[in-house]
């Protein structure tokens, strides 16, 4: 699980510098599932195990899209856990609050 932590940390290193100096926590959970806390998100990344170097790739091209979108503020976690596909969960509740404005 560790190797898996520092192919994200480096790989971010090499792709994207300002996503490796956001990268704020790596939990391992016990080997079951890596997830990843961003400084400038308030979502947490659900990783998976896998594929370390892509999904990361993939999350470094998403939060580019994501930047300055105010879709972000309605996210409740980014998940990279399956292959080729990336799910965003939205908070249901703000979303309706704001429909509702």
């Not at 080729?84 to 609050?97: Q, T």
């Given at each position: ?11 971010a290193?090499?792709v ?6 956001k ?10 599932n890596?997830s ?18 892509k ?17 972000k ?10 292959d ?14 704001k429909?509702r404005?």
């Open positions: 699980s560790l190797m898996r932590a520092l192919t994200i940390i480096t790989t290193q090499f994207d510098e300002e996503l490796y100096r990268i704020s926590s790596i939990n391992l959970n016990y080997g079951k890596i990843l806390d961003i400084t400038n998100i308030k979502f947490p990344v659900l990783f998976g195990l896998n594929n370390e170097v999904k990361t790739v993939y999350l470094s091209k998403v939060l580019k899209e994501l930047k300055d979108k105010k879709i503020n309605y996210l409740q976690y980014l998940d990279l856990r399956f080729n596909l990336v799910y965003l969960g939205f908070d249901n509740d703000s979303l309706a609050k429909e404005t």
